[in-house]
């Protein structure tokens, strides 16, 4: 189950890089690389590949991915003076090894706030708040909610 999804993760991100206008990284709990392909001039599709920082105790790694779509609230940012708020909704993914292994997975809500820096270049910073659902070592149905800040550079 844990090779199937994360095949099926890495294919979705493999076969989306082509496509992919913007890459980034972000910083909150862990640290994210992500790819951003976006799908209007409002709207994108982002795939993530994290590592919690939080997990790297008592001899377990825990890595994961996320794919999430993002929306903007205002197609103008020019009226909030280059701020541009979004939304979006996600699905993460998180596997535990070493010291017991476990199966994690977040839908979320998030919200954002992007400032376009220069035309290739912007930052952002955003929250999410949503439910882990865990199977394995340490297993139940627990609240999450994630805060970061990070910087997307579009691709020429």
């Keep these: 189950m844990k090779k199937t999804l994360l095949g ?15 890459v980034g990284a972000s910083v909150g709990s862990g640290v994210s690389l992500h790819l951003q392909n976006d799908l209007t001039g409002s709207s994108a ?11 790297f ?6 890595v994961g991915g996320s794919v999430d779509y ?8 020019a009226a909030l003076g280059g701020l541009n708020p979004y939304y979006g ?20 809500g998030i919200l954002g706030l992007r400032y376009n820096v220069t035309p290739p ?6 929250g999410s708040l949503g ?8 297993g139940g149905v627990t609240p999450a ?9 579009r691709l020429p």
Excluded: C, H
């Design 70 to 77: 993002l929306a903007d609230f205002n197609a103008n940012d």
């Design 8 to 22: 099926l993760l890495a294919l979705s991100a493999v076969s989306t890089a082509a496509a992919a206008t913007s």
């Design 121 to 126: 270049l912007s930052i952002f910073v955003e």
């Design 89 to 108: 909704i996600g699905l993460g993914a998180d596997v535990g090894l070493g010291a017991g292994s476990s199966l994690s997975l977040t839908p979320q």
């Design 131 to 138: 439910v882990k659902v865990t199977v394995g070592t340490g």
């Design 45 to 55: 599709m982002r795939y993530s590949l994290n590592l919690n920082a939080t997990n």
């Design 145 to 153: 909610g994630n805060a970061r800040i990070g910087l997307n550079y």
């Design 57 to 62: 105790n008592y001899n377990r790694l825990s």
